[in-house]
């Protein structure tokens, strides 16, 4: 056996563990009863400090210099530079600092839960400051092992291949527009009406439409399922992908739209090369390739035309107890597409979410290169709330810097993804209309066309390409914010 | 940190493992879409190889001898003695055997699922020949380790403690009443009528009615689930027990009586002593007294008078558009102690369900030990059918010595933990009775005073205690059968 091929053997023992932990995970969300827990935890904990042991096992720095020697095709080159980055993230901090760390952030989120709702900054202020020394130590620590900017080398962790020298470019363009734009869609729907869905949706019903709808966007059930859970989220393995919503009996639509997103990610999942599975190279690309996925579902397919008449129809039929004006395919469209500045980011519209996400990349940017303190923080969110969407959040820690879970568990580097895929998803619908007719092929029922472009040039790379050259070979172009301006406008404006 | 607070230490890790493995083997049987079968294989694979490993390590021998020389209380040797003999099931076969054996049950059982059906006894028999090789070398090892005969030490896998010679004694007087008093109930039963269930019982209404059946059980939800599965089953941890039930919807009667057995495996589990969790010693002491957990509720509880007219009168109101004339507690009672002479032991009745097991002890006892070939098995079977239900099973294979799964896997010794159970929990009932009015608790619908006897005397005790020492301090005596034939009696003929 070649060194490579102890590698990829490796690497898929690696993944059998993994396995167990994303069932094990995914059955802690949305199966386990509360007195499970602890039990669980210490498992969890047991299985982790064993994949960290497999991917710190000493013969593996001798491997990789021998497999480099090796006599390897182009794709498996390429694998082999995502099992040593794999291995690299996985090996570069000490180990005293990832029990640090593990610990500060755990106490600071768990205080965080109680602190939020109590408006606590002072007391949030005193755990956090921990995570962020500690944080910074990690980014410093990856920097000189990559040779980025701290900043960067955590972004590197989400988005590899990304830069802030680049997010700077995109979002400030987006910044350049964005509030304008806000205002102008404001001004039109300002005049409009709307239905708001009233009443009881239950489960039951709301249960059966998220099922048909995942019929439309063809999730693959044979390789995955629909539970609920308090967080929605996509979890499992890619032969069994598990997908959660949260219904809500006062409100179905954001459960709705909701497995739509999921069923995005899902489908990426589901669609990742067989041939790679269990290694690095089989992977999803990064966390905003596979945000792509799931706004290209929510936003460009979901909440384009022909899928919201289509979306209104069905529900109109599981919820035919109801006022039929509700799914009138008009008021369906409004409901989706309604704006509104607001503080919260998981509530926020496609349209005012880039503000919430650019607002957080600018201060986690500064704050882990050491340019702010955490203690600029509440002010510097004030301004820029007030400056992207004319809202004032002093003295409003709750719905300001610390109604998010991302910066208590020290995920510095992980908001851009968002955006990153909203504007990805945008551009890869430019770019498929050249060659699918989009509206008709979703008029018809029949989205195959639309999937078998995500599949041929998304789902089936796996990591196989870079970002840029996935984009590029698929767009003919790297990231253009244009398209997504472009996208923003005819919805909101067209 | 002392040798025996290592190995307690090192058990506590297997456990964690052990963990994950019970979680998502109840999720491969409850939760799983087909197309994640392989994946979950190697994954599953992978953590028993890793167990393997764990509980094979070499220092293990020295921490033992260490431990042994300790000054430990009496309740440390005896945890000491449990982390010991399950130290030693699981490293006195070479890894050769155990790999071999592996296959030979994997290939045995895959072709038994099509060879049944088919009646192939010829087929089957070639890939059995090498189940039985490698199960005699498998108990001669185990037998050379522990200084039993070979079947005893196969026996000692599932009730450690219990030798083929008691079982002789118990077994053989079963035998001298029983094909007697089941002549005289058919005779009895004969002229009796009865309303069999008919129409849609519909899974959710099943389901319900389940529920509400666990809640009289006192099954502690927060510790706790009831799910679907093709088998029913007891799995999970005793902080989150998993039980399964399948149901039928032309026939409540099975799937109801059904959650009653594995809500008293699983109230065993949710008993166990929690200082002692993740040990050896914290575990349920054999597979016969678990058994006799679940047949004490189904069968003593389950089955009394009191009991029957609460499930008649909770089926009536979940199955109201139903005739009512089912749901009459006398109908109910008969439809649950109905006695039939048959072929297939899962199927079999509280009277008839011994002979089925005795059929089966005595032919792996031969088998294992010599006494007999496999290719003697089917002659075998047709006589003791004969000779204790009046049965013949020439040529039938099918549902005869090919009707079980167990000896396919090499699952030798595991068959008499049924009836020992079903012994165990006629002498718990009739000893509880001296101190608790069960019929009166039972009538009241709080059955607490009940449960409090089998926590105090068996839940609590783990495997704290011999088999035989947890018996006769429960009940003043070692197993006697009489109490068996007494409980069989008053029920059947009373
Ligand atoms: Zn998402
Ligand atoms: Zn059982």
Request: glycine share 6%.
């Amino acid at each position: 056996m070649s060194a490579f091929e102890k590698l990829v053997k490796h690497a898929k023992k690696i993944d059998n563990f993994q396995h167990l932990g994303a069932i094990c995970g995914w059955d802690m969300a949305a199966m386990m009863p509360s007195g499970g827990s602890q039990a669980r935890a210490e498992a969890m904990a047991e299985l982790n400090v064993h994949i960290h042991h497999l991917n710190t096992k000493p013969e593996l720095t001798d491997l990789f210099a021998e497999a480099e020697a090796e006599n390897l095709s182009e794709q498996q080159k390429w694998e082999l530079r995502e099992l040593k980055r794999s291995w690299q993230n996985a090996n570069v901090l000490p180990a005293d600092l990832v029990e640090a760390a593990s610990l500060a952030n755990a106490k600071c989120e768990h205080a965080w839960r109680s602190q939020r709702p109590d408006n606590d900054w002072q007391g949030f202020e005193k755990n956090f400051r921990e995570v962020v020394k500690l944080s910074r130590e990690e980014a410093q620590i990856r920097a000189e092992a990559t040779g980025q900017t701290p900043y960067d080398a955590m972004l590197g962790l989400y988005e590899p291949g990304t830069s802030s020298a680049s997010l700077d470019t995109l979002f400030d363009d987006v910044k350049t527009w964005l509030p304008k734009l806000v205002d102008d869609v404001l001004e039109k729907q300002k005049s409009e009406s709307l239905v708001i869905p009233q009443g009881n949706f239950s489960t039951t019903s709301q249960k059966a439409l998220g099922l048909d709808v995942m019929k439309l966007l063809q999730f693959n059930f044979d390789n995955g399922r629909l539970d609920q859970s308090v967080h929605p989220f996509c979890g499992g393995v890619p032969t069994d992908v598990r997908i959660t919503t949260r219904y809500d009996e006062s409100d179905f639509a954001q459960s709705l739209m909701g497995i739509v997103h999921e069923t995005g990610h899902a489908r990426y999942e589901q669609g990742l090369p067989k041939s790679l599975a269990g290694t690095p190279a089989g992977t999803a690309r990064s966390m905003g390739i596979h945000e792509s996925q799931s706004l290209f579902f929510e936003m460009q397919v979901g909440r384009s035309a022909p899928f919201i008449a289509r979306l209104a129809d069905l529900a109109g039929k599981h919820f035919a107890e109801h006022d039929a004006a509700i799914f009138d395919k008009d008021n369906f469209q409004k409901l989706y597409t309604r704006v509104k500045k607001d503080y919260i980011r998981v509530d926020a519209d496609e349209l005012t979410y880039p503000a919430h996400v650019i607002l957080r990349y600018e201060i986690e940017r500064d704050l882990i290169n050491g340019v702010i303190e955490h203690t600029d923080i509440p002010e510097l969110w004030d301004q820029k709330m007030q400056a992207y969407l004319g809202l004032t959040t002093k003295g409003n820690y709750k719905n300001g810097c610390m109604q998010d879970i991302h910066w208590t568990d020290g995920a510095f580097g992980y908001f851009p993804s968002y955006t990153l895929g909203a504007m990805y998803a945008a551009q890869y619908m430019a770019v498929m209309k050249q060659t699918v007719d989009v509206e008709s092929v979703i008029a018809s029922g029949d989205l195959s066309p639309i999937f078998q472009w995500l599949e041929q040039n998304i789902w089936s790379k796996g990591s196989l390409l870079s970002t840029d050259d996935l984009i590029t070979q698929a767009t003919g172009e790297t990231l253009n914010a244009a398209f997504f301006k472009e996208h923003l406008t005819n919805r909101y404006l067209g």
